[in-house]
């Protein structure tokens, strides 16, 4: 036991993802446990610094989903403690969950993301904030949460009600996108590398939270049957897209394409910092497609970890060097 390296698997928290992250975080265990690392596991609660402390980790392999494990929160935390984690740091992570945020980053540097607008719940039901069709979601939400389309046969094309269930009930603010019709694409990165590109067919027409995590609900192909100038410009975008956003670990890029406008019509939605590691989940499909299992894809995923330098390290070092100067 004493030559193995101890990672704490961080899981659950009381996002709306709290379950999906548990599904995660237990695969996860498994995975490393199985590739010779001495594994704990922690749900995480409001005494999260402490545990984190009395466990001791050598690294921390970041399963949770939503805020605050996805926003920057526990990024921030595990620096100021100089733990070293998986997955993106304090900055990608903050601006990647605020869809505004990352449009202003991407956008600049030529990711085509659709027209979006961040609005009040309120002014919804005055008027539409963007022609029908569009879509309505939470500004710093993942995994689909909160997601609805305004068509053009919404309440009869009145704004919208108060009463009437939709994102606009548990959201102060909200972000109205253009509606790109067409295909589901999604691409995985990891470290310098996109992985493959994926279509997601979902039976009932949205790839909605349910979508996503209910088996059956959606058909996966992969590799995506979509002509070889796509799937480049999917996977460029997503690399482009890892890379501007300073992620690190695995990252997971989602796309609509309307195929009848060919390379124009292929748009950037959100870059994912905290991809799922359930049994149907993207990143370790993508992997699987380069030989890559789940248990090597896990110990690949804390071998990065482990060779990045914490910010404690970075810190000592540049202390270091100031007082050699000094």
Aim: charged residues 25%.
């Amino acid at each position: 036991m004493t030559g193995k390296k101890h990672v704490v698997v961080l899981m659950g928290g009381w996002s709306s993802e709290r379950e999906i992250s548990l599904l995660s975080g237990t695969n996860v265990g498994k995975a490393l446990e199985t590739a010779g690392y001495r594994v704990t596991l922690l749900d995480m609660d409001r005494d999260i610094a402490f545990k984190l402390q009395e466990a001791k980790p050598d690294v921390v392999f970041n399963a949770l989903h939503g805020t605050p494990g996805e926003d920057g929160s526990i990024q921030g935390l595990m620096d100021l403690m100089g733990i070293c984690y998986t997955h993106s740091g304090l900055t990608a992570s903050a601006i990647a969950i605020d869809k505004e945020l990352t449009k202003k980053i991407l956008t600049p540097d030529h990711i085509p993301m659709p027209t979006g607008v961040v609005v009040s719940r309120e002014s919804l039901y005055q008027k539409d904030p963007l022609p029908r069709p569009y879509v309505l979601k939470p500004v710093n939400e993942g995994s689909s949460v909160g997601v609805a389309i305004i068509d053009k046969d919404f309440n009869d094309g009145q704004p919208i009600r108060k009463d009437q269930k939709g994102p606009w009930q548990n959201f102060k603010t909200l972000l109205a996108e253009s509606f790109i019709k067409g295909r589901e694409l999604t691409v995985a990165v990891m470290g310098d590398k996109a992985l493959a590109v994926t279509e997601l067919c979902p039976n009932n027409g949205f790839y909605d939270y349910q979508a996503k995590y209910t088996d059956g609900m959606t058909t996966h192909i992969c590799p995506a049957d979509i002509p070889e100038e796509i799937a480049d410009a999917a996977m460029a975008m997503a690399l482009k897209s890892h890379q501007l956003l300073g992620c690190r670990g695995p990252s997971r890029s989602d796309f609509r394409w309307d195929d009848e406008a060919g390379l124009q019509g292929l748009f950037l939605l959100e870059v994912n910092t905290q991809p799922g590691m359930t049994p149907l989940s993207l990143v370790p499909e993508q992997a699987k497609q380069l030989g890559i299992d789940y248990v090597g894809l896990c110990r690949m995923i804390v071998e990065e970890a482990l060779a990045e330098p914490s910010l404690s390290q970075i810190k000592s070092q540049e202390t270091k060097m100031a007082g050699q100067s000094g």
